[in-house]
């Protein structure tokens, strides 16, 4: 709760610090904003919390784990906005001010206890995403990307808000306990065509915020639009909270529709890893590769839903847990430095980063250290993500689930080895100049290479915790 | 202890060499590997051939899912150990030779490889082995890539991904048996990932046939035997000299390596079920990598052909599940090292020289270059399998053994001996015989340091060749275990 209190108050204070006119304060301003409510997240860690407004929020250990992925990721992102700083931005402030509230719905989405909860927090970021992901306002790239994204999240939120009423129809109750014991009641058995359509509208809705198959068709055009800085936090916050209210509602609200959820799901992940490692396989634009590749990564975090069965604790969830910290840490990694390369050399499709293993190397390692974790490949976080979620699948007896994501996940090292070819083995073209990146920046990205090795070599601390 | 500190040596100069240019590189890199060496003889004096487990250490890696971090060594990765710290001061060595950019980079990479391969040898967890099986794969991969030949994005792709699938079906198999485990004693995890763990299972056959593939599948691409071996001629080829030292010197054992305490153990109804099938594939590899040598113009990638040749001959010993070719498997993963990397270096030591590996291009080195001539010699005739030489001992016990698992295969697989003699000693003829060539008159021979890398290697040759029962004493229980493992 105390996380929430600060976002907002933080966000707020952004704003008015834009008055100042001053950006250089603004950056290490929220950077420290956003280290006291990590901190006070964690605060809360194994402290056990009355719920809030009525049983509409619970602030568990759940909601700090996630909290805390969602805060951080957005910490490390923040210094490659530096580029703002730099070009003299007038609306840094209101940009940093819209990342905090969006932040505030994630955090609503990811404790969210009553539906209204979720969908107001769904809206918070949403919104704020909106406008976004429009910021570059003379690229009609960004205008384009903001039109997509606010019609396409307009309509999918109006179907979730649709499944929520009819949820409620069947029921008579928002608050996710009470669904649970009135779906699984027999007395209910009549109103089932109308609590189903309701399920199905909800997991449209969400699987359209996280991207799954076959709601995923707006991902690569919005991300590819979007000004890169944005376009990390959507493919990073959005998911991971989105993943975590995903998780809530099928293992809290309707356990005792398993049945037909489960199924599915597993169909949406099937054909999500499908879909997401075909489509990133074709791209010949890094920036577009990596928005599909968000998409198969929703894919590997179906599985665990799949897995779950219905358990907010245990392996699968702190799967889920775990990939989507290490898929945080290293897309944002990667985001960074394309974003770093783009803005030196103007393009962004895989040739941009030829020779960088030779002008940049530090900006080089991250970015492979990035791709061998999203790819899953030992000694990085991606590899465990990947390894507890499918063992998981596994010893629920999901082996042709775990099979084809096996199978989709090597089609997965083709389009990330692509990257390391061009920074290795391709030479720079002439008179390429080394890219400049400033010491807060190369600090953040070797910061990340380091969390995706330590990750990758001792997962135990932070795995099963949930 | 000692193989927490045999594992962490290379990967800690490996880190320091990112910071140290210039000769203090090299120094520093050499000192490591030559520290590492010592060590490791050090160990093989203190273990006791009893068949048991020595230097054990055992950690819990991730408490929550059962998996350990436990390294141990018994006289199979005793030998290993002791071949892949022997094979890292001569493979730098070799790699002095050249001009890279950024060298100590280069180092590095070696150095952090040898940590990967040591890894693989002492892991006694089935995760902690996969872990170092890819962890091994990373800086190769670049060593291949960075510093490769002209065709080495594509070639070094393919090797990447044939390796990479290989080992995800792998992991697979391992993920499933891992399920069908108890909690180890004293755990609170529900499985465990240990050795041990595995070798108690109690699979149905249906099971293993099928759990046969998905685990031989990382072990037959690593090797490689017929018909997952066509990354490899390219990969060989393309590679800088020390990276294709490392590739056929250490990795290639790594195949072996793993299907002799990985697989056969642990799926013994599988291996029974599709044994011979392997067997057949490898006679086919060997007949089939030494047809195809006889026709290469390019020296190294004969001598890659040739690997492919030798290599069908072991993954048969393997698979013949007796005793004197298990055995055979030992003494010959050794030799093999050896003589693949002198054959190697002495391919590189002629290309630095006359800036070509094109057969047809030279001729008639001998005159000016008495020495190289001889040490190439004996590395070839090791290679050939003549008496006194390791190559000898190796090959002799193998056939033996396949001969005993069925006479027919190995008749067949005998070949391997007269067809490498044939494209071998024509391949020397033509090189270092033969009418003079351009380079005749110009070449210059040996130099001390390259002596420095050769001598070694030589001794070693004899040694395995006059005394193998030095190695194959140290073996010799971990085999019976292995077999008895087996039930055979």
Redesign the interface.
Known sequence: MTSIILLSIFGILNLFMGFMRSNKVLLPGAMLLLLAVFGANLADWNVVHAPYFNNMLVVDNYTVAFTGIVVLTTIVLLPFSRSYVVAGETNLAEYYALLLFSLVGAVMMIGYNHLIMLFVGIEILSISMYVLAGSSKRDSRSNEAALKYFLMGAFATGILLFGIALLYGATGTFVLSDLAGAVAAPENASLQPMLYIGILMMIIGIGFKVSAAPFHFWTPDVYEGTPTFFTAFMSTVVKTAGFAAFLKLLAVALPGAQGFWLPTIQAMCALTLLLGNVGAAVQTSTKRMLAYSSVSHAGYLLIGLVASRGNLTGDAASGIFFYSLAYSIATIAAFGVLKLVADHRQRDDYAALNGLGKTNPLLAFSMTVAMLSLAGIPLTGGFFGKFFLLAAAAGQGYIGLVVFAVIMSMVGLYYYLRPLIAMYLRPAEEGATPVPVDGIQTATLALLALLSIVLGIVPGFLSGIL | MLTAVLLFLPLAAALLLLFIKGAAARALALGASLLEFGLAVYAAFAFKATGTVAFNLNY??????GINFHLGLDGLSLLLVLLTTFLVPLILLSAFKHKYDNPSTFYALVLFMQTGLLGVFMSLDA?LF??F???AL?PIY?LA??WGGER??AV??KF??YT??GS??M??GF??L??QTGPAAGSLAQHSSELSAFYSLKLSAAEQSWLFWLIFAAFAVKMPIFPFHTWQPDTYTEAPAPATMLLSGIMLKMGIYGTMRWLLPVLPLGVSQWGFLVVILSVIGIIYGAIIAIRQRDLKRLIAYSSLSHVGLMAAGVFSLTQIGLQGVVIQMLAHGVNVVGMFFVADAIERRTGTRYIPDLGGLTRRTPILSVCFLVMLLSTVALPLTGGFVGEFLLLAGVYQYNAWVGAVAGLTIIFSAVYLLRMFQRVMLGPDSAFSETITDLTGSELLILVPLIALVFWLGLFPNSFLHISEPAVINLLSLVGR
């Open positions: 819990a890696w991730i408490s929550s899912a995760f996969y872990f099986w890819e962890v990373i670049f890539g960075a080495r994005v070094t792709l990447f991904l990479v699938v995800l079906l992991l697979a993920v499933y891992y399920l």
